[in-house]
């Protein structure tokens, strides 16, 4: 028996609707893992991730599962026991980060902001006096805001700075080598326009030096996963890790190759002017905008439910008449908050005409 599903409008917080390529290279003949053109298309893969990163570093990779695996990645491999790791916390990433790094040995040194508020990187500076990690979100998929990266790359001193990139990569400006992100990890379900799967990963030859030398996660073990992407030897010497997700890496190739071939620079416009439109929309329907002004991100907009209105209903309601979906808030802002994305082939005036000329509808 064969279902078919209804075709939706992921304007959710992730996954987004994927690029066309990224769907059609999924369907593509199945090729084995260590088939020559299989690493070719690994080697392009990680070759498009160093440019969505803005980074040069060599061990760049797609690490094969969902964002939160990059989260463990990142932790696992530079962790010690004991070891200071300051955690920047404005949403519910950041608090997942400090639950992953305490899970590793870490004494959690947590620096709270309020929720739909940016990181402050001087407060984050004064936490502890020497810190083996600063850890921060750059877009916090919760609460839609976008912090400085960049501010806290300034303050990191001998500190390695980890970066949560899951919803900026691939829609908002992300310069991982200027920013000085020794550690880096990101989703392909949000403005990469892919499925979700895999773990965009970058290390830098700083944070690599100071690796655990035996990390309690075998299947994440970077030492391990450098050999099975070549980055280190070059792809003669690929050797067997895991069997790589071949049709997931097909189609992350595909995917960047859409948005390389469109402009980095005209896909961060792209994503910028759609978010600006639905949210000078949503503020021209008389509706209040959750996250801090100035530090909103395009990709995600957090909009407040008017009072007296169920929020629940409301997804409900666009879900089955417009097959639209967008995502409630987190935590204490569950039914007061709805999260909207525009991430991908999303990040386009139609998808605004759509999602403002629905709600405008069912809110009546
Ligand atoms: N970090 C951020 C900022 C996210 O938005 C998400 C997912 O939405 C994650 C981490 C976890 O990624 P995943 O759900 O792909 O495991």
Redesign the pocket.
């Known amino acids: 028996m064969t279902s078919t599903l209804t075709v939706r409008h992921l304007f959710g917080?992730?996954p987004t609707n994927p690029y066309p390529e990224a769907t059609e290279a999924l369907a593509r003949p199945l090729i084995g893992h260590l088939d020559p053109q299989f690493l070719a298309i690994m080697d392009r893969a990680c070759e498009g991730l160093r440019q969505v990163w803005g980074t040069a570093n060599r061990r760049t990779l797609p690490i094969s599962a969902?964002?939160?695996?990059g989260?463990e990645a990142a932790f696992v491999n530079f962790v010690n026991p004991g070891d200071a790791v300051v955690i920047a916390v404005n949403g519910l990433?950041g608090e997942?980060m400090c639950d992953v790094a305490a899970r590793c040995g870490a004494e959690v040194v947590r620096v709270d902001f309020p929720f739909g508020q940016p990181v402050d990187a001087q407060k984050v500076a004064q936490a502890h006096p020497n810190p083996t990690i600063i850890a921060a979100?750059h877009?916090?998929?919760?609460t839609g805001v976008r912090s400085d990266i960049a501010a806290l790359g300034a303050i990191k001193g001998d500190a390695l700075l980890l970066v949560?990139a899951?919803?900026s990569i691939g829609g908002i400006e992300l310069l991982a080598d200027e920013w000085g992100i020794d550690i880096g990890y990101a989703?392909t379900?949000?403005c990469l326009g892919v499925a979700?799967g895999l773990?965009p990963f970058t290390v830098s030859d700083r944070a690599w030096e100071r690796r655990v030398e035996n990390p309690r996660s075998w299947y994440l073990d970077l030492g391990m996963l450098g050999g099975y992407v070549g980055e280190t030897s070059g792809s003669a010497t690929r050797t067997y890790h895991h069997t790589a997700p071949v049709a997931m890496i097909a189609s992350l190739d595909a995917g960047l190759q859409r948005i390389l071939d469109e402009g980095l620079d005209a896909v961060r416009d792209r994503h910028y002017a759609a978010g600006h439109a639905l949210q000078n929309g949503l503020e021209a329907m008389g509706l209040e905008l959750f996250a801090a002004e100035g530090h909103r991100l395009p990709e995600l907009t957090t909009v407040k439910v008017p009072d007296g209105v169920d929020s629940a209903a409301v997804r409900k309601e666009l879900l089955e008449k417009y097959n639209l979906e967008i995502g409630p808030g987190v935590k204490e802002f569950a039914n007061t908050v709805w999260r909207i994305g525009l991430m991908g082939p999303n990040a386009s005036p139609d998808s605004v005409a759509l999602i403002l000329g629905a709600l405008q509808d069912v809110l009546g």
């Open positions: 917080p992730g969902t964002g939160s695996a989260m990433f997942r979100v877009a916090e998929t919760s949560d899951v919803t989703g379900q949000k979700p773990a």
